[in-house]
């Protein structure tokens, strides 16, 4: 093998290697950060939340949601429900759930049984900004 020949594969091998290893590197970064990385922290922050999503939707709740964790939730699935009524004493069901794999968290709200928010990644005012 020549230089030229050797200067050329060397070259192509080091583009190859780049390559790969900024997508493997995309792949890492871009898959987020939770929102709540803990269940105690999911389980608090769950009712404000949600009762902030509800407020910018137009509907208040007669008291303060109340939530536990449901039942096989572990450090890795967590999982989390609140139950409450608005204040024309309509049912209201939150779910909220974090997965350390896929570092998302995910919201449902339920209103009379009907969907309100299904599978949102964020809730509250703040995520109606922009467009969020």
């Known amino acids: 093998m020549n230089r030229k020949k050797a200067l050329i594969l060397g070259s192509a091998v080091l583009l190859v290697l780049l390559v790969a290893g900024g997508a493997a590197w995309l792949m890492v970064t871009s898959g987020g ?3 709540y990385k803990t269940q105690a922290a999911l ?3 769950l009712p404000t939340k949600a009762t902030d999503e509800l407020s910018t939707r137009g509907l208040k709740l007669q008291s303060p949601l109340k939530c ?3 039942p096989g939730w572990t ?5 989390v429900s609140c139950t409450g009524a608005t204040a ?3 049912q209201v069901k939150v779910l909220g ?3 350390q794999a896929s570092k998302r ?3 449902t709200i339920l209103v009379d049984g009907r969907p309100v928010v299904e599978n949102a990644q964020c809730l ?3 995520c109606h900004k922009g467009g969020g």
Request: net charge positive.
């Open 33 to 35: 950060e939770l929102q």
């Open 43 to 45: 389980r608090k922050a």
């Open 68 to 70: 536990a964790n449901l």
């Open 75 to 79: 450090q890795k699935s967590m999982r």
């Open 88 to 90: 024309d004493n309509k």
């Open 97 to 99: 759930s974090g997965e």
């Open 105 to 107: 968290n995910y919201f």
């Open 124 to 126: 509250g005012a703040a």
